[in-house]
């Protein structure tokens, strides 16, 4: 109260210069500096995203290539991993695993590269699909209304994992182009993005809502405007925050979501390293390899964790209304 | 009040009607994208050593060779009417709702399906019980002790829990409380609750934790979150003016109000888990329709599928419908 | 990891003809079978329980085709003869059960004999009678209501058109005519070609008698009626089942049994390693696929002195392989498989099934457990590690120096199959021959994927990893459904992933015909040393299983016939 009254006895009036208003972007970022563990949790984003880019160059300084067998660090009788905690070593950081004695290490390095890929791919697939037709859905109503709605409800009220699972495992081995591992990325990204939707759609839409009976939108229109360059230049921009704070929350959910189906068999095939396939395999063994379940576990939960802090103090700051 | 209703059960049929038929065709083509013809599909339903001849005949007998929606059509009238199965000298009755028969394990699958609900029942209900009570509660408190150190170990703690993959919560529980201390039931037990309550709860101890956990840590969150937005409205302010005691003003005013997106969004959970908890059920073994339709969709079983997701989405869209109703008797502005 | 064992009708057959009377020979090369009883008890009482990681196929006796169902069948059901319930080289060998002989042949072993034992009755008190044999072994005939079984009865009895019961138009369904019941006691089988060794089918599952008024078809596994030392009392299906003593069950008739324990229970569907952590802690007594112990428990079992006194290795008459489909190129070329051959790690392989424990490794096909077996080495290296040099050689003359891209198929449920495949990827890419992992599900995998021919070229599916078991530790059972090219079918569900050679047939038909059994194994072995040295496929172990023994099981040892623990003999000190 005080600061508003001293700037306008003064500011502007008295020296002349511009109001230096404050946009939603400028407070989001002042209060999101402010926020310790927000911070903390975008520089652990950060430097996961460092990680998965630079993969190779960390591996080929501090590990072995992740699909390299190493006999010799597995008891050949038991089938184990020689050493304590699953073989720890300056040499294998992460320990061995089972059987082959892959550097846990270095599957873990790579597998990053897979979850956040996906996850990130797939979030966007959401984001456009459900910002698209929640807009429309919320902006229209009536009968467009009715049948989007409809269609979100028909998505939600299936049984999304088990769909994942048939689809993933039909796949043909060429299609659009792509074969191998790039082939069941793109699957795994269209899967997941495709029945996510309407998780973001309900939440613009309702949004969408809101908006539209504001008086800016009223304004536009009898200025003239038609519906496209309203739904574009007027509402998208005002919902760039929600926008941004969904799929910032969306990425953690994507990232579990692609575990459990590398954890249930329908994911990327071996032997390219992912988080839920190493779990998987992990089962059997965590009684007596410990480090190979423990790893690949600890990496999806700092994950997942570091884009819920850094999700949560988005939308923390984003939100006029908290604080 | 009771059009509305009406109108509801009539959207969720027709749901049901829809969700089903999209089911139906995606695990229809879903085999035939792999290549399999209908007397591929039908070479399943016998031994080895049936001749080619005898193999097409029985894809014709269980009506593989006709088109797409000629198929649905007869699921359909399954449902309603109950259907007979032949693959020769024998012809099984299955009594309607005939949900499916499959020939792979020689049984139909509402029977089996029954048979298993209750292990996911139990697991949902005990789960749901806990979470409810521990995220709300924790909620509550969080809220009301705001910025405490309460506050923020369990918010922590709850932050902790939405990012641990059930899974792998799963797995290092049984790893250190079923197999290195030894105080809970190994992975793979269920006992029914009417052979031995305390056994069942016994059994049940472990995943109920683990999955409590998960929602438990997202519900707290809920909740802090919806009672910091109502402890701060007017009719808060206006109650408290009143010269209400605390613990009215935060029991009956706040939490009821923060409560009711917890409640939808509890209902719909509960659907979802219903339908089967097929994370958790495989982390720890545990018999249900989860498990069974993990297997059914691995193995391309359509009559199991379908009948799965029938009951599944069943579930949920009585959940959604339960939700609306409770909506509509609480708000009559809903009831349009 | 269950013991299949699925041989063609016409190949066991062939064996049976040839074995002369009596049962295969001796174990001899078997190594490992425990030489005497584990804690020899005659106490009565107490429960034993069992778990299956799957289910029974069908505990209906004429619908299944486990080597394991088979050893559990005889607690509720008496077959005309049956494998001894003795340690070593004994339990190979057939006593009578029902009968009280084994089987009188004619003098052109055309017809077979059997007189019943008096007094033996079902669990509801009716006397069985020859009537009921007949009629059990005819329903077993019926391959579209019982899917499961073995087929041995179709090719031999001489059937003149018979189907099944279910469409007998005699009243009291008896209508076959190669089974005639001349009195109560006495049944003769009527072949349409001289078989010797009938009393392996008479030892069959499908002899059991089933009372034909308590038949049900399909359903009649819900409820199996008992002629054994046990009955059924709840059968909750895909869940578990319990049986209790059948108090109509006479031990005068039966001095082969002797049932210790009061109560058996069967858990099923039960996850495999919680199985291995249920024997470990005590809280389960026997595994009964007997396959053995996971990698997991096997690593816990071995490290400690204590624990690794109660164990047993079992020498299976079964190999695991990968199989060179010649349908895909370029693998049509005999060069190109034997670069595989030379470059494959063979101790790798080893690995992936659990190293030493989990069985030998394998350099032909023929497990050392088949009488006459013999190894050889047609693709030497050093340590099995694989010889780069040899292979590169091979792969030039094949027209493919820098070596080729093909797919491998694994069973998606099999870790171990994961882990060859895994193995032989990078073995293989020492040579440049680059490998594309593909599972498929176990529940089709032959029929859909790997073992329908059009599927598995279209998909490029050059190496197809899988395993075969003998249903009977003998040379032809083992090989025929491998390697004989005419048993193939485009329809789907072949075992023969790919051999064709006209030759191997030709041995494979001169075996039918050769009665010295000596000469007979000799062929065998030709046989196999042909396939080798056609590569048509990667050997890969001789299957070993780790049986794991509770300290409080009583009366166990292995059973030679089924090559894991005889169960009828087990009893428990749990009380």
């Given at each position: 109260m005080g600061a508003t009254y001293d700037a306008r006895v003064s500011g502007p009036e008295r020296d002349g210069t511009a109001i230096q208003g404050r946009s939603l972007w400028q407070i989001a970022w002042e209060r999101l500096k402010r926020d310790k563990v927000a911070l903390g949790g975008g520089i652990a984003v950060v430097t996961l995203m460092l990680v998965a880019i630079f993969a190779p160059v960390i591996v080929a300084v501090l590990?072995?290539?992740?699909l390299e067998f190493h006999y010799d660090k597995v008891d050949p009788d038991l089938q184990v991993p020689r050493g304590h905690f699953g073989g720890i070593s300056p040499d294998f950081l992460f320990g061995a695993e089972p059987v082959n004695g892959r550097d846990v290490f270095s599957r873990v390095v790579y597998g990053s590269r897979i979850s956040l890929l996906i996850a990130f791919l797939a979030t966007l697939l959401s984001v456009l699909l459900g910002t698209v037709l929640g807009v429309i859905t919320g902006y229209f109503g009536g009968w467009v209304d009715t049948l989007i709605s409809r269609t979100m409800d028909v998505f939600l009220a299936f049984p999304l994992l088990l769909f994942a699972i048939a689809l993933a495992g039909v796949v043909p081995d060429r299609a659009f182009g792509l074969t191998g591992d790039a082939l069941r990325i793109a699957l795994l990204v269209f899967i997941i993005g495709f029945f996510n939707w309407p998780y973001i759609g309900r939440i613009i839409r309702g949004q969408a809502l809101s908006l539209r009976e504001r008086e800016f939108i009223d304004a536009a229109r009898s200025l003239g405007a038609g519906s496209p360059r309203i739904l574009f230049a007027e509402m998208l921009p005002n919902l760039a925050a929600p926008i941004l704070v969904y799929s910032t929350l969306l990425i953690p959910t994507n990232i579990l979501f692609e575990a459990a189906l590398s954890f249930l068999g329908v994911g990327v095939r071996p032997p390219t390293p992912t988080w839920g396939g190493m779990l998987s395999d992990a089962t059997h063994w965590f009684q007596i390899a410990p480090n190979f379940m423990l790893f690949p576990g600890l990496a999806i939960f700092l994950t997942v964790l570091a884009f819920n802090l850094f999700g949560d103090g988005l939308r923390d700051a984003l939100d006029p209304r908290s604080r | 009040m009771g059009v509305y209703i009406l109108r509801r059960m009539i959207a969720a049929v027709l749901l049901l009607l829809i969700v089903t038929a999209a089911t139906f065709v995606v695990f229809f083509l879903v085999p035939r994208l792999a290549g399999a013809t209908p007397d591929d599909l039908a070479s399943r339903y016998v031994g080895r050593t049936a001749s080619p001849q005898v193999i097409h005949q029985i894809a014709i007998n269980l009506g593989f060779t006709d088109p797409m929606w000629v198929q649905y059509g007869r699921f359909v009238k399954g449902l309603v009417l109950g259907a007979e199965y032949s693959t020769g000298p024998t012809t099984v009755h299955c009594p309607a709702p005939c949900l499916g028969y499959s020939f792979l394990t020689q049984n139909p699958v509402l029977p089996d399906l029954l048979d298993r609900l209750p292990v996911t029942m139990s697991l949902a209900a005990g789960g749901a019980l806990i979470w409810l009570l521990a995220g709300v509660l924790t909620g509550v408190v969080s809220a009301l002790r705001r910025g405490s150190v309460f506050d923020r170990a369990a918010m922590g703690v709850a932050l902790a829990g939405v990012s641990l993959p059930i899974f792998f919560t799963g797995l290092l529980a049984l790893s250190v409380f079923s197999y290195w201390l030894g105080i809970t039931a190994p992975g793979g037990s269920y006992t029914p609750i009417n052979d031995n309550p305390l056994r069942w709860a016994y059994d049940l101890l472990l995943p109920w934790i683990t999955l409590a956990f998960l929602y438990a840590a997202a519900y707290a969150r809920l909740t802090r979150a919806g009672m910091l937005d109502t402890m701060g409205e007017d009719f808060i302010r206006t109650a408290r003016a009143k010269g209400l005691p605390e613990h009215t003003v935060v029991l009956k005013h706040g939490l009821r109000a923060a409560l009711t997106p917890i409640l939808t969004i509890f209902g719909l959970d509960l659907g979802l888990l219903l339908g089967g908890a097929i994370l958790t059920e495989s982390t720890y073994s545990l018999p249900g329709i989860g498990k069974y339709s993990v297997d059914a969709v691995v193995n391309n079983d359509l009559p199991k599928v379908l009948g799965v997701v029938l009951v599944g989405s069943i579930f949920i869209i009585v959940a959604n419908l339960v939700v609306d109703l409770l909506y509509a008797v609480v708000d009559p502005r809903v009831r349009h | 990891m269950r013991t299949n064992r699925r041989a063609a009708a016409l190949a066991a057959l062939t064996v049976f003809m040839l074995a002369g009377c009596g049962g295969p020979g001796p174990a001899g090369a078997n190594s490992g079978t425990s030489g005497g009883i584990h804690n020899p008890s005659d106490a009565r009482g107490g429960t034993l329980r069992y778990a299956n990681s799957g289910d029974w196929d069908s505990l209906d006796p004429a619908d299944t085709y486990y080597a394991y169902s088979w050893n559990f069948a005889r607690l509720y059901g008496r077959s005309l003869v049956m494998f001894k319930p003795a340690p070593g080289a004994l339990g190979a060998t057939l006593v009578p059960d029902l009968a009280e002989s084994l089987g009188h042949p004619s003098e052109d072993a055309k017809t077979w004999t059997y007189t019943l034992r008096p007094g033996v009755k079902f669990e509801d008190g009716t006397p069985v009678t020859s009537r009921d044999v007949k009629y059990a072994v005819e329903r077993s005939l019926d391959k579209a209501t019982f899917p499961n079984g073995p087929t041995y009865f179709n090719d031999v009895l001489d059937l003149q058109g018979y189907t099944s019961p279910y469409a007998d138009p005699d009243s009291d369904k008896l209508g076959l005519k190669a089974i005639e019941t001349p009195d109560d006691r006495t049944i003769v089988f009527h072949l349409r070609k001289a078989f010797s060794g009938f009393d392996y089918l008479a030892q069959t599952p499908a002899t059991m008698p089933v009372p034909r008024a308590k038949d049900t078809g399909s359903k009649y596994r819900a409820h199996v009626f008992s002629t054994g030392p046990y009955l059924f009392q709840t059968n909750e299906l895909g869940k578990r089942f319990t049986m209790v003593r059948n108090p109509q069950w006479d031990p005068a008739t039966d001095p082969h049994r002797r049932p210790l324990p009061d109560r058996i229970t069967v858990d099923l569907n039960v996850n495999a390693d919680d199985i291995d952590d249920r024997l470990l802690s005590g809280d389960l007594d026997v595994s009964v696929e007997g396959s053995g112990i996971g990698p997991s428990a096997q690593g816990r079992v071995l490290g400690y002195q204590g624990r690794r006194a109660n164990t047993d290795s079992a020498s299976v008459a079964r190999l695991w392989f990968t199989a060179l489909n010649a349908d895909v190129a370029p693998l049509d070329n005999i060069h190109c498989r034997k670069a595989v051959l030379y470059a494959a790690d063979r101790a790798g392989y080893q690995r992936a099934y659990g190293g030493p424990t989990g069985g030998e490794i394998a350099t032909n096909m023929l497990p050392p457990v088949i009488p006459g077996a013999q190894r050889f080495d047609l693709y030497p290296s050093p340590k099995h590690m694989g010889d780069i040099a040899m292979a590169k050689t091979e792969l030039a003359q094949c027209g493919a120096p820098n070596g080729f891209t093909t797919g491998i198929s694994y069973r998606a449920e099999r870790p171990k199959e994961k882990a060859t495949a895994e193995a032989l990827q990078q073995s293989l890419a020492r040579a440049g021959i680059k490998l594309e992992i593909k599972p498929y599900p176990l529940a089709d995998y032959l029929r859909l994927y790997a073992g329908k021919p059009d599927f598995a070229k279209a998909n490029n599916l050059g190496l197809i990893v899988y395993g075969w078991g003998a249903d009977w530790p003998d040379g032809y059972g083992f090989l025929s459904q491998l390697v004989d090219s005419r048993v193939i079918r485009s329809t789907g569900g072949n075992t023969n992933l790919g051999v064709r050679d006209p030759a191997a047939d030709q041995m494979l038909d001169q075996a039918l015909v050769t009665t010295d059994p000596v000469a007979r194994q000799q062929i065998w072995v030709s046989i196999d040393r042909r396939v080798m040295e056609d590569a048509f496929a990667l050997p890969g172990v001789w299957a070993k299983g780790l049986l794991y023994r509770p300290p409080n099981l009583t009366n166990v040892f292995i059973s030679d016939g089924f090559q894991m623990y005889d169960y009828l003999a087990l009893g428990t000190e749990r009380r």
């Open positions: 590990g072995h290539p992740p | - | -």
